[in-house]
């Protein structure tokens, strides 16, 4: 079975300082991990994917996350906070079905 | 090409009332499934279909029924609706078995029960 856990259910930082949403996973097969943005109202939007290429991985808005085996983490980062990355930020992984589980999200707050 | 629409957007239900939630996709998915948010639970799977004709129960499947007569459609229905149904819904979808993108989902039907 595969779960998610976000650490902090919400995080503050200031504009243009470092953004780091933390994701731990268990699973018992090779995972695929994802990371999906949700703004308020809206539904949810793929930022990223690890699906066992590259470990660094790159996505939309300035995005990326790092796939370590070892600590079985999938953190996401942004070097710099912009306003409009204020939302709530979920993990989720997949594996050995096409079931996907999801984490309880991180609400993402940037202040001026 | 739509993507996954869902309808309605926006439901009051009094208790004890029917109804369902439908959800579309023009991509010719053949997995599609059904989750439930609701604050601090993060999505929660309701039910979920790997093609026409099959249906299996997710992590919160009671006082849900779903069916999958054709690959486009998997509609949700509640039974008999209670408060705790009051919840957002989103209905997600992807290629097949075995692929590696990300799901697609619909913008989603938010559901008040009174």
């Known amino acids: 079975a595969q779960s998610v856990t976000q650490l902090g259910s919400h995080v503050s930082v200031s504009e243009g300082a470092l953004v780091l949403l933390r994701c731990n996973y268990s699973?018992?097969?090779?995972?695929?991990l994802f990371w999906y943005v949700q703004y308020p109202n809206q539904g949810l939007q793929l930022l990223l994917k690890y699906t066992s290429a590259a470990t660094l991985v790159k996505g939309i808005n300035g995005f990326e996350a790092e796939f370590k085996k070892s600590e079985t983490s999938f953190h996401l980062t942004k070097p710099s906070a912009h306003m409009s990355d204020a939302a709530e930020y979920f993990c989720?992984?997949?594996?050995?079905?096409?079931?996907?589980?999801f984490g309880k999200g991180t609400k993402l707050t940037v202040n001026p | 090409n739509a993507g996954v629409t869902q309808t309605p957007k926006f439901q009051v239900l009094k208790t004890g009332q029917s109804m369902t939630l439908q959800c579309a996709q023009d991509m010719n998915h053949e997995y599609m499934s059904w989750y439930r948010q609701d604050p601090g639970m993060g999505l929660r799977l309701i039910h979920y279909s790997v093609g026409a004709g099959i249906t299996d129960q997710g992590e919160v499947p009671n006082g849900y029924n779903v069916s999958r007569s054709t690959t486009e459609d998997f509609p949700l229905r509640l039974l008999s609706a209670a408060p705790s149904q009051t919840s957002v819904y989103f209905c997600a979808s992807i290629l097949r078995t075995g692929s590696r993108d990300g799901y697609t989902f619909g913008s989603g039907t938010r559901l008040t029960v009174v």
């Open positions: 699973s018992s097969v090779p995972p695929y």
């Open positions: 989720a992984v997949r594996g050995g079905s096409e079931k996907l589980v």
